[in-house]
């Protein structure tokens, strides 16, 4: 018998995809095999529950805004146009979803986490743009990150249950869940699913998102626009507060971030890049995130 907060949650995904529905579904493929987690610990029954349970939503919250037009209409008219990061986006003709938050530079070398979960508290928490709710030394503490001189997902999602707890911006019933990148649909990509949650996590529930990367790997095929150069990395965490464009299958959809790694190798601010490049890091890494 699921214990009650799975009930709750597949509950409320059941309810959500019956209302948004109209006919009955076909059914799915069968998704394509979890990836490798990069030495991190498998997810239990319980947390993958969760985490299919709140992909169900988001994938109902997508396929209403897809059958009600919103994809075809204005999503963001307050000005003709709209700035982020110096670049003017035509706000009435492309779909986006953008929250405010504040790049914080990590204050240790394996303080990535920290710092995004710093980013994602302040967001929460409503802080003015030079304040912190919480260091990073005791975001550190809740993520278990100098004692295991890494911060893994689930640590990560330890530590922003911890630090967003009780926060203005959070969702009534929110929970924070680790989940795996997959290819649900079996097209040979995971951009799409990628998509799919940061634009639930940002424009319907209005919270960012952690996603850990190989930020500049020798080899790989994609990177970090906020690194210049290749890196020796064991991963790196980043914090997506937006989104650009529908998802196509090509670089045309643009997922916003925040990095923390001015003295690691990177660079500290709001950068963008293209959903598909980060879900490609995001594989190449342990393939999860924390949403």
């Given at each position: 018998?699921?214990?009650?907060r799975i009930a709750m949650a597949v509950l409320s995904a059941a309810l959500l995809l019956t209302a948004t529905a109209g006919t009955a579904a076909?059914?799915?493929?069968?998704?394509?095999?979890?990836?490798?987690?990069?030495?991190?610990?498998?997810?239990?029954?319980?947390?993958?529950?969760?985490?299919?349970?709140?992909?169900?939503?988001?994938?109902?919250?997508?396929?209403?805004?897809?059958?009600?037009?919103?994809?075809?209409?204005?999503?963001?008219?307050?000005?003709?146009?709209?700035?982020?990061?110096?670049?003017?986006?035509?706000?009435?003709?492309?779909?986006?979803?953008?929250?405010?938050?504040?790049?914080?530079?990590?204050?240790?070398?394996?303080?990535?986490?920290?710092?995004?979960?710093?980013?994602?508290?302040?967001?929460?928490?409503?802080?003015?743009?030079?304040?912190?709710?919480?260091?990073?030394?005791?975001?550190a503490g809740w993520m278990s990150t100098d004692l295991n001189g890494r911060t893994d997902a689930p640590a990560l999602e330890d530590g922003l249950?911890?630090?967003?707890?009780?926060?203005?911006?959070?969702?009534?019933?929110?929970?924070?869940?680790?989940?795996?990148?997959?290819?649900?649909?079996?097209?040979?990509?995971f951009g799409d699913q990628l998509h799919t949650m940061v634009r639930s996590n940002i424009s319907n529930s209005k919270m960012p998102l952690a996603?850990?990367?190989?930020?500049?790997?020798?080899?790989?095929?994609?990177?970090?626009?906020?690194?210049?150069?290749?890196?020796?990395?064991?991963?790196?965490?980043?914090?997506?507060?937006?989104?650009?464009?529908?998802?196509?299958?090509?670089?045309?959809?643009?997922?916003?971030?925040?990095?923390?790694?001015?003295?690691?190798?990177?660079?500290?601010?709001?950068?963008?890049?293209?959903?598909?490049?980060?879900?490609?890091?995001?594989?190449?890494?342990?393939?999860?995130?924390?949403?």
């Amino acid at each position: 018998m699921f214990p009650r907060r799975i009930a709750m949650a597949v509950l409320s995904a059941a309810l959500l995809l019956t209302a948004t529905a109209g006919t009955a579904a076909a059914t799915k493929p069968t998704p394509a095999p979890a990836p490798a987690t990069a030495g991190e610990r498998p997810l239990t029954p319980e947390e993958e529950a969760l985490a299919a349970a709140k992909l169900a939503a988001a994938e109902a919250y997508v396929a209403l805004a897809a059958r009600e037009g919103v994809d075809l209409s204005t999503l963001a008219c307050v000005t003709p146009n709209a700035t982020e990061d110096g670049a003017t986006i035509d706000a009435c003709a492309i779909p986006q979803g953008f929250l405010t938050v504040s790049a914080r530079d990590q204050t240790k070398n394996i303080y990535c986490g920290p710092a995004v979960g710093q980013v994602i508290s302040n967001y929460s928490w409503a802080m003015a743009a030079a304040a912190n709710k919480y260091t990073q030394a005791k975001i550190a503490g809740w993520m278990s990150t100098d004692l295991n001189g890494r911060t893994d997902a689930p640590a990560l999602e330890d530590g922003l249950e911890a630090s967003t707890a009780g926060s203005p911006r959070r969702p009534a019933g929110w929970d924070w869940v680790v989940i795996n990148l997959t290819d649900t649909d079996r097209d040979g990509q995971f951009g799409d699913q990628l998509h799919t949650m940061v634009r639930s996590n940002i424009s319907n529930s209005k919270m960012p998102l952690a996603i850990p990367v190989k930020p500049y790997a020798i080899g790989d095929a994609f990177h970090l626009s906020s690194w210049a150069r290749p890196v020796n990395s064991v991963g790196h965490w980043i914090a997506a507060y937006g989104w650009v464009g529908l998802w196509t299958g090509t670089d045309s959809s643009l997922l916003y971030y925040t990095d923390s790694s001015r003295d690691e190798g990177g660079s500290t601010g709001k950068f963008k890049d293209p959903m598909r490049h980060i879900a490609g890091m995001i594989m190449d890494h342990t393939g999860r995130l924390v949403w």
